[in-house]
């Protein structure tokens, strides 16, 4: 099974800071990786899928890049509504699986 | 507007069962595959079984494999996962998820969630 890896566990930041969270694959996932933002007590909300492609309704200060084993997801001008814990999730084989999480918290 | 509504959830007895739900609206449910996903207390996201389109292709984890059923009825929108020989680790939130492409032979690509409904395994 493929194991996902996401760094750091947890930031902080404050508003208006741009912020970047990695994602490795314990091998391959070509670009079969999605991008989540959870808030708590919320389900999860797709924000990036097929490693760069925006979800439709999701404000382009989100962005993703990255292929293979390491991706990158990147938050340009914090603002209060994007303190969540964020997840990714490969979906290039049986079974998928998700990233430990990142929890973006206000400095 | 694509709408999942999950229910069915409430506390059980360590080895009871449990039915939960997830009804769909909005989008032409018979084509697309769905999953369910966990999330135990202050936990990360766990991804529990998947069922194809027409409901002939299923998937488990192996942490449920064997005691976990999923199904669909296309007729009712509806999905549905059987819970049975339940655990404490079993505790969770439980959220279906839908495939974003139809009628794909490869699935996990989510793009819509349920609210999620609480399972509590305890004496």
């Known amino acids: 099974d493929i194991q996902m890896t996401q760094s750091p566990s947890s930031l902080s930041a404050s508003v208006g800071d741009r912020v970047t969270i990695t994602c490795r694959a314990s091998?391959?996932?070509?670009?079969?990786l999605a991008w989540f933002q959870q808030k708590p007590g919320k389900a999860p909300k797709s924000l990036i899928y097929a490693a760069s492609k925006l979800q439709s309704g999701v404000p382009s200060k989100f962005s993703a890049s990255g292929s293979g084993t390491e991706f990158t997801l990147t938050i340009t001008s914090l603002q209060p509504e994007d303190f969540a814990t964020y997840y990714c999730?490969?979906?290039?084989?049986?079974?998928?699986?998700f990233g430990q999480g990142t929890k973006v918290e206000i400095k | 507007e694509v709408q999942l509504l999950d229910s069915g959830g409430g506390l059980v007895q360590p080895g009871g069962s449990l039915r939960l739900s997830c009804v769909a609206s909005g989008f032409s449910f018979s084509s697309y595959a769905m999953s369910w996903v966990r999330q135990a207390p202050g936990k990360g996201l766990e991804w529990v079984s998947v069922v194809g389109d027409i409901g002939d292709t299923t998937y488990y984890a192996d942490s449920v494999k064997g005691r976990f059923t999923i199904s669909r009825d296309n007729s009712k929108n509806t999905l549905y996962l059987q819970m049975n020989s339940l655990r404490a680790e079993d505790t969770a939130v439980y959220y279906c998820?839908?495939?974003?492409?139809?009628?794909?032979?490869?699935?996990?690509?989510?793009?819509?969630w349920g609210q999620g409904t609480l399972v509590t395994v305890s004496s």
């Open positions: 998820a839908k495939d974003r492409w139809p009628n794909s032979g490869s699935y996990y690509d989510f793009d819509y």
């Open positions: 999730l490969h979906y290039y084989s049986h079974p998928p699986a």
């Open positions: 091998q391959g996932v070509g670009n079969y």
